[in-house]
């Protein structure tokens, strides 16, 4: 019995490393034909090229894990039923829990690894890919100036930071205010500055003001044109504030709202993008639960080609949905948990609805 478990477990690791491959392949193929005239124009090197798109695969491969999941098991399964490997299978006594438990835990592995990878290797992979694109080849000032304006920042010591643009290649910030409150949250000093710079050591702040304040109001200011301020804070911990999703971990994504919770801001947004980054690996183990009953029925009204379209169908449909409770979430109709795990909650019973009818002939009992 755990040989013909691992003959169907090595089948659907075969069936997904080809599918993922060719998923991987034709979406750098894409992106190439939709960059290559802008990597032609700036005249970037070969080496730019190749760290451009070899930083783009953990990208697509995150994105494309659970798809690819759906189509192998479809693909396996229905070549099983189609050669008569499965009823084979039923009469060494396997039932159907048994041939498929392999499938199941292949998914649930490949659930983990997505997780590792968007946790570990994206995020800073993305960031390079970026970094490249932008700096490299289009000759941007600043890959991220367009998200480095306007930042508010709370140090681990409870300072404040307002800082009008933030430089994060040169660590240069201009136009700064920093917030000193005390133990009772009322605001006791606010340093504003011209411009701020990260000596290696400590930032300077240049040609600003110091005011004091009391109980009673403003009690001094006192006018400065050079002053080291000490923060924990290097320019790598400003340089997190404004990243996309896609460019940070959980973690650095919790830390986040986290600072802007404390400092009265709607992080509800950022709920919803840190709930989607830890649900959308486990679509992975919702679409070969999906797959599983899918690719049996189907197997028994068409060929390959047939099953294989359904299951985008199946795909497509699960993806839709999936963006549209993210949508919502986003514009505040659903809460984050409702927003991320309610698609997978909603396809993983559907799921075990079509397993637990698996005799009935049709492709989607109702």
């Not at 070899?54 to 192998?72: G, R, W």
């Not at 970094?131 to 941007?140: A, D, E, N, P, W």
């Not at 409150?181 to 050591?201: L, M, P, S």
């Not at 709202?257 to 919702?286: A, C, N």
């Amino acid at each position: 019995m755990m040989i013909l478990k691992r003959y169907v477990l090595k089948k659907f690791v075969q069936v997904y490393l080809l599918t993922i491959f060719g998923f991987v392949s034709i979406f750098l193929l894409i992106d190439f034909f939709e960059r290559a005239d802008e990597f032609v124009v700036r005249k970037a090197p070969w080496e730019e090229w190749a760290g451009y798109y070899i930083y783009k695969i953990p990208l697509i491969f995150s994105y494309m894990a659970p798809q690819a999941v759906l189509l192998a098991t479809v693909v396996t399964l229905t070549a099983f039923a189609r050669n008569n490997e499965f009823t084979a299978m039923k009469a060494c006594g396997i039932g159907v829990t048994g041939i498929t438990m392999p499938i199941l835990a292949g998914s649930a592995v490949i659930a983990g690894i997505v997780l590792a990878s968007n946790e570990y290797v994206m995020p800073s992979a993305t960031e390079k890919m970026n970094y490249i694109f932008q700096i490299k080849v289009r000759h941007s000032q600043d890959a991220g100036q367009f998200q480095r304006d306007k930042l508010w920042f709370r140090s681990a010591n409870g300072t404040i930071w307002n800082i009008d643009y933030f430089d994060p290649e040169r660590a240069l910030m201009k136009k700064v205010s920093v917030f000193l409150y005390n133990g009772n949250r009322v605001i006791e000093q606010r340093i504003d500055a011209t411009a701020a710079f990260w000596n290696g050591k400590e930032w300077e702040l240049l040609d600003g003001y110091v005011r004091d304040f009391s109980p009673t109001g403003l009690s001094r200011t006192e006018y400065f044109k050079n002053r080291v301020f000490p923060t924990p804070e290097t320019p790598a911990d400003f340089k997190k504030v404004q990243k996309k999703p896609e460019e940070m971990s959980a973690r650095e994504m919790y830390r986040v709202i986290q600072t802007e919770s404390t400092m009265g801001k709607d992080t509800e947004k950022k709920w919803v993008d840190l709930h989607r980054k830890l649900s959308y690996p486990f679509m992975s183990v919702i679409l070969g639960l999906i797959g599983i009953p899918l690719s049996l029925r189907t197997s028994r009204t068409g060929g390959v080609l047939f099953c294989v379209a359904v299951s985008l169908a199946v795909g497509l449909a699960f993806s839709f949905i999936y963006a549209l409770g993210i949508s919502l979430g986003h514009g505040g109709t659903f809460g984050p948990l409702l927003a991320a795990w309610g698609p997978l909650l909603l396809f993983g019973s559907l799921g075990f609805y079509m397993i637990l009818t698996l005799d009935s002939e049709k492709i989607l009992p109702i």
